[in-house]
C-alpha cells in the first residue's frame, strides 16, 4: 500500500507537507520500498518516528541516493546524512538526536529548511 506520499511505510504516522511543526523532523528522502522506506517500515522505527518526530518522507529525484536527515523543527541540521542500514542503527542515531538541545524547543508554522539560526 502507498501513502499519499510515496512511502510503503504502513504505520508511520508521515506528516503532511505544509502541517505545523514542534518536533524534531526525521526527512527521509528516498523511493517508495527503498531501502530508507523498508527501513520505516520496521515496527520499533515507525513508533519510534511517531513517538518522537514530524516525520516526512520525500519521493527521491532519479538517480539521487537515499538520505535521512534529523533537523530542529525550525529546520536546522541536527545530524544527517545518514544511512542507518538496520533498527537498531536508526534507533541509536535517532536516540543521539533527540537527546540533542536544538532538538526541543523549537516551532514552525510548516517545515522548511531556511533554519533561522
Not at 512511502?7 to 505544509?18: D, I, K, M, Y
Not at 522505527?45 to 537515499?66: I, K, Q, S, W, Y
Not at 534529523?70 to 536508526?90: E, I, Q, V
Request: glycine residues 6%.
Amino acid at each position: 500500500m502507498v501513502n499519499n506520499n510515496g512511502s510503503l511505510a504502513p504505520h508511520v504516522e508521515w506528516a503532511r507537507e505544509g502541517t505545523p511543526v514542534s518536533r524534531p523532523v526525521a526527512l527521509f528522502v528516498d523511493r517508495p520500498g527503498g531501502p530508507l522506506d523498508t527501513l520505516a517500515s520496521n515496527s520499533d522505527v515507525a513508533t519510534f518516528l511517531n513517538d518522537r518526530f514530524h516525520p516526512l518522507f520525500r519521493v527521491a529525484p532519479e538517480g539521487e541516493a537515499p538520505s535521512l536527515n534529523f533537523y530542529s523543527a525550525d529546520g536546522c541540521l541536527l545530524a544527517g546524512p545518514l544511512r542507518p542500514t538496520d533498527p537498531a542503527a536508526f534507533i541509536a542515531d535517532a536516540n543521539k538526536v533527540v537527546q540533542m538541545p536544538d532538538a526541543s524547543g523549537h516551532s514552525a508554522t510548516f517545515f522548511s529548511l531556511a533554519c533561522p539560526r
